[in-house]
Every structure is written in structure tokens, then in C-alpha cells.
């Protein structure tokens, strides 16, 4: 890297941190939204673990709650999809970039703001789930490493998918149609085996099922957690190598969308 691109990447990361810390004092302001935030996961686990769950059988056994955790970790990691395509739309819309572009900011500020500021309330969203979890009767069973690395992949592709919400973001031409965008989200997590087995899905539907990053994620995690729901026998290339999947996933997502993400912002300015 020279030292030009070095000073640039430094810039756009310092401007990035102070639009992060922005985006976290609105919390300050809105405590209605920071609560629902914090108690959605919460009332995730006990509506499909309570509820659902005793109308699901576990492949080869086991408790449902310890195979659904990993599915609701992912579940949360893909609202961060649409949760940064509104905040974005809004800068957007609101005029708040314009401000910024008449300030001495990296164009590529705001999107490391927006994005990590949703990284750090993941973080906690995913803290508190696993609270819940833990009170539910799950637990990791293959020790303190490998729970890290299931964590390290949720972040991972969190962080890939708010780039993904940037662009939807500045791609949305109002507030109100991202907006509308967000209950796609349901449908995309559903189509996974988050929640149930793939094995009873029509052929068509189980093979798109069976490559989302989603059920790549739920399968890293379940594997790196030890709990139900590890394929026994052989399985599409994603479910038997889901931590390489969720990796590639996650860096193709960040491959496209943050010079997409960039364009975009440059485009939005004219």
C-alpha cells in the first residue's frame, strides 16, 4: 500500500469512528428504539423455542432450542441488512449528506459510520440473545476457541451484509421504499435451514436454501457451538464446509458492494 492510499484509508477510518459515534448518540434520543432492539431477541427465542418448537423434530435427536440458536444468530445477523438500508436511506433523503460533503470528510466516512456503529449494536444484540439462549437451556459444548470463531464468523458477515444495506441504501429513491424493503428480510432468513430441516423441502426450493449465507452461517455455527443439527452424512459443498462458505460469502459481499457502496455515494452527490 503507498503512503497516499495508507493516509487516505486512515482518514476515511478517523471520519468513520466520529459518523460511528454519531449514529450511537442518536440512541440516546430515540430509547424507544434502542428497548425494541435489545428485547427482539429476547422475544425470538422464546417464540420459536417455546412455541414452534415442540412441532419440530431435531434431525438424529436433541433438544430444538440448542438447534435453533444458531439459527436465531443468524436470523439477527441478516437484520442488519435492512436496518442500515433505512438509517442510509434517511442521511439520504433527510439532506444529511449533502452537509457532509460540504464538510472536509472522506467520501467514504459515512458508510464505515453507518456500518459500524450497526457492528457495535450487533454486538450487543447478539450478547443478549445468547443471554436468552443460555436461559433457554442452550450452551456451546466444544469450548472457549471454537465459540469464539462462531462469533468471529456472525461479525464477519454482519459486517459484509451492512455494506450490502449502504448500497440498498443509496440505491432506494426514498425513505419509504426502504422501508418497504425490510419485510423481504423474514422470507430470505425463513429460506434456510435456520429454523427447520432442509430435507422436506421441494428439490427447487432446498438447493437455494441449501447455498444462502444464511444456512452457511447456522451450519458454522452449529458445528463451532457443538450443538444439533451437524450433517451425519454427505451434504451440498456450503453445509459441509460452512466456515470456508461463510468466509467466501462474506468476502465476495465485501468485494462488491463496498466500491458499489462507494459509486453510489459519489453518484447520489451530482
Known amino acids: 500500500m503507498s503512503a497516499v492510499a495508507g493516509r487516505r484509508l486512515r482518514w476515511a477510518l478517523s471520519d468513520g469512528l466520529v459518523l460511528a459515534g454519531r449514529e450511537l448518540a442518536h440512541l440516546r434520543h430515540q430509547p424507544g428504539e434502542l428497548v425494541a432492539a435489545l428485547v427482539f431477541p429476547a422475544v425470538m427465542v422464546v417464540l420459536f423455542g417455546y412455541v414452534f418448537g415442540s412441532a419440530i423434530e431435531v434431525p438424529g435427536g436433541g433438544d430444538y432450542r440448542e438447534y435453533l440458536m444458531p439459527g436465531l444468530f443468524s436470523m439477527v445477523t441478516l437484520s442488519s ?27 467514504s466516512a459515512l ?16 450478547a443478549i440473545m445468547m443471554g436468552a439462549g443460555a436461559a433457554a437451556g442452550w450452551a456451546p459444548h466444544r469450548g472457549a476457541a471454537r465459540a469464539a470463531g462462531a462469533v ?4 464477519l458477515l454482519r459486517y459484509a451484509l451492512s455494506w450490502l444495506g449502504c448500497w440498498l441504501g443509496l440505491a432506494a429513491p426514498s425513505e419509504e421504499v426502504a422501508d418497504r424493503l425490510g419485510p423481504l ?9 435456520a429454523f427447520v430441516p432442509t430435507d422436506g423441502m421441494p428439490a427447487w426450493l432446498r438447493v437455494a436454501a441449501e447455498w444462502s449465507p444464511v444456512s452457511a452461517l447456522t451450519a458454522a455455527s452449529r458445528t ?15 453445509l459441509a464446509h460452512p466456515v470456508l462458505a461463510v468466509c467466501l460469502w462474506s468476502a465476495v459481499l465485501l468485494a462488491v458492494f463496498v466500491p458499489l457502496t462507494a459509486r453510489a455515494y459519489r453518484r447520489r452527490g451530482r
Open 111 to 126: 458508510a464505515f459510520g453507518h456500518t459500524g456503529a450497526d457492528l457495535a449494536g450487533g454486538l450487543l444484540a447478539l
Open 224 to 238: 463451532l457451538f457443538g450443538n444439533a443439527g451437524v450433517p451425519a452424512g454427505p451434504a451440498p459443498w456450503p
Open 152 to 155: 468471529a464468523l456472525i461479525v
Open 81 to 107: 441488512l435492512m436496518a442500515v438500508t433505512q438509517k442510509v436511506a434517511a442521511d439520504a433523503e433527510k439532506g444529511v449528506m449533502d452537509r457532509f460533503r460540504a464538510m472536509p470528510t472522506a467520501r
Open 185 to 193: 428480510v423474514l422470507p430470505v432468513s425463513m429460506l434456510s435451514n
